[in-house]
């Protein structure tokens, strides 16, 4: 089975940046649309943003638009996060993604969890 790797995580202050990636391993997803999703202490995993399986599609939850760039990088089997102007409401553990068959953006956020492949998340914390 292909295994998400997420990374970039840590902790940062208010208004400052962090790009996360998410590596394939074991095989491929560049015909698959992927995604990030995140969890904060005590609340529901959220969806944050979704990119089809080109690039050239993208799609924001509306707290992180403007703010969060999703992007990929099919030779390298990677997905990106960059993330700027970050917000103490920013701090989650962040999941990426994977569409187990769909390639577009709606098949990251209208799928039932069951059917992504998922990593296992990286922490960011944003202090004041």
């Known amino acids: 089975q292909v295994q998400l790797l997420e990374s970039g995580g840590g902790s940062v202050q208010a208004g400052g940046s962090l790009r996360l990636s998410c590596a394939a391993s074991?095989?491929?997803?560049?015909?698959?649309?992927m995604g990030w999703f995140r969890q904060a202490p005590g609340k529901e995993r959220e969806f944050v943003a979704a990119i089809n399986w080109s690039g050239h599609s993208t799609y924001y939850t509306d707290s992180v638009n403007g703010r969060f760039t999703v992007s990929r990088d099919n030779s390298k089997n990677t997905v990106y996060l960059q993330m700027i102007s970050l917000k103490p409401e920013d701090t989650a553990i962040y999941y990426c993604?994977?569409?187990?068959?769909?390639?577009?953006?709606?098949?990251?956020?209208?799928?039932?969890?069951?059917?992504?492949?998922w990593g296992l998340g990286t922490q960011v914390t944003v202090s004041t």
């Open positions: 074991g095989g491929t997803y560049d015909m698959n649309a």
């Open positions: 993604a994977a569409s187990r068959t769909g390639q577009a953006i709606g098949d990251i956020i209208q799928a039932p969890p069951a059917n992504l492949n």
